[in-house]
């Protein structure tokens, strides 16, 4: 073998040994990322479940707090409202409008 054709076959090894490397290297970042935006994924699920039941106990309290019975006795207890007597109810009776 002539050293020109030992150098065209060590300049070929070392680019297809070049190509090898990058082929590997794209694969391995590539490989990491996706287990990366696995972890990801799972951190945000998890986050979803936990907003999840904190909406269901707020909805839970936000029908606690609007509860007639509730709304009643903050009414009566705090602002000192009561039911009226007899005497104060006014009755208003609609005519109908017959010619």
Do not use: C, W
Not at 40 to 54: D, I, N, T, V
């Amino acid at each position: 073998m002539k050293s020109g054709e030992r150098n065209r076959t060590g300049v070929r090894l070392a680019v297809l040994a070049f190509f090898i490397f990058l082929v590997l290297f794209i694969y391995s970042s590539l490989n990491l990322r996706n287990v990366d935006l696995g972890y990801r994924q799972h951190e945000l699920l998890r986050a979803e479940a936990r907003l999840r039941l904190e909406i269901d106990s707020l909805q839970a309290q936000k029908a606690g707090l609007l509860s007639l019975e509730r709304m009643e006795k903050v009414a009566r207890e705090e602002l000192g409202y009561q039911y009226p007597e007899a005497e104060q109810i006014i009755r208003v009776v609609e005519r109908s409008h017959e010619r």
